[in-house]
T-cell receptor
Framework: SAVISQKPSRDICQRGTSLTIQCQVD?????MFWYRQQPGQSLTLIAT?????????ESGFVIDKFPISRPNLTFSTLTVSNMSPEDSSIYLC???????????FGPGTRLLVL | GQSLEQPSEVTAVEGAIVQINCTYQ??????LSWYQQHDGGAPTFLSY????GLEETGRFSSFLSRSDSYGYLLLQELQMKDSASYFC??????????FGKGTMLLVSP
C-alpha cells in the first residue's frame, strides 16, 4: 500500500491567483496522477506525472492552466493557475498500480475560488 | 471515448444485500474497478475484475461480464458505515482510470 499526504488540505482563493498543491508519497513510485472532483461529481483525470519527463495531460486540460512538477519519485505538485470560480473542486493525487491494479488516493485538497 | 453509467442513488436497510450496477462503453480496457468514498474522504479501492466472473472480498463481491459490458458490486450484511458513494471505473492501462458518476448508498437502521 501507499500513504499519501497533500498540502494544503483546503484553501479559499481569489480569482486570478494561483495555488500550488503538493503531494508526498511514503515510497518511491513511477507514476503519479492528478484528479479533479467537482462537488458531488465523479473523478476526472487531469494528468499523469512521471519523474524525469513532462506530464501527460488528458483532453480538456492544458499545461498552462495546470502545470505539474515531478522532481523525484516521492513528490509532485499541481498548480491551478489564473483561477476562476469554475476551478472550485477537490484535487486529488494518486499513485498506482498496486496489487489488483489498485490506485491509492491522497486525502484531497478542497479549493474554493471566490 | 469511454463512458460508464451507474444509478445515482440506492437505499437499503442494515443487514440487507444491495447490488450496484455499472454499464460501460469502451473500445478496450484491462479491467473494472470499484472504489468507495465516504463524504469528505478519499476514494478507497474495493475490488477489481480483470476477467469475467465473480470476485469475492469479505462482504463485498464484484462481477464483470465483458460480453454484456456490465458489472456490479454486491454488498452483503449492510452496515451503517457502508453509507458512502461507490464508483465503478475502467482501467485502461498505465493505471489510467475512467470513473462513473458514482452511486450514493444510503443505509438506514
Amino acid at each position: 500500500s501507499a500513504v499519501i499526504s497533500q498540502k494544503p488540505s483546503r484553501d479559499i482563493c481569489q480569482r486570478g491567483t494561483s495555488l500550488t498543491i503538493q503531494c508526498q508519497v511514503d515510497s518511491q513510485v513511477t507514476m503519479m496522477f492528478w484528479y479533479r472532483q467537482q462537488p458531488g461529481q465523479s473523478l476526472t483525470l487531469i494528468a499523469t506525472a512521471n519523474q524525469g519527463s513532462e506530464a501527460t495531460y488528458e483532453s480538456g486540460f492544458v499545461i498552462d492552466k495546470f502545470p505539474i512538477s515531478r522532481p523525484n519519485l516521492t513528490f509532485s505538485t499541481l498548480t491551478v493557475s489564473n483561477m476562476s470560480p469554475e476551478d472550485s473542486s477537490i484535487y486529488l493525487c494518486s499513485v498506482g498500480p498496486g496489487l489488483q491494479e489498485t490506485q491509492y488516493f491522497g486525502p484531497g485538497t478542497r479549493l474554493l475560488v471566490l | 471515448g469511454q463512458s460508464l453509467e451507474q444509478p445515482s442513488e440506492v437505499t437499503a436497510v442494515e443487514g440487507a444485500i444491495v447490488q450496484i450496477n455499472c454499464t460501460y462503453q469502451t473500445s478496450g480496457f484491462y479491467g473494472l474497478s470499484w472504489y468507495q468514498q465516504h463524504d469528505g474522504g478519499a476514494p478507497t479501492f474495493l475490488s477489481y475484475n480483470a476477467l469475467d466472473g465473480l470476485e469475492e472480498t469479505g462482504r463485498f463481491s464484484s462481477f464483470l461480464s465483458r460480453s454484456d459490458s456490465y458489472g456490479y458490486l454486491l454488498l452483503q450484511e449492510l452496515q451503517m458505515k457502508d453509507s458512502a458513494s461507490y464508483f465503478c471505473a475502467l482501467n485502461s492501462g498505465y493505471s489510467t482510470l475512467t470513473f462513473g458518476k458514482g452511486t450514493m448508498l444510503l443505509v438506514s437502521p
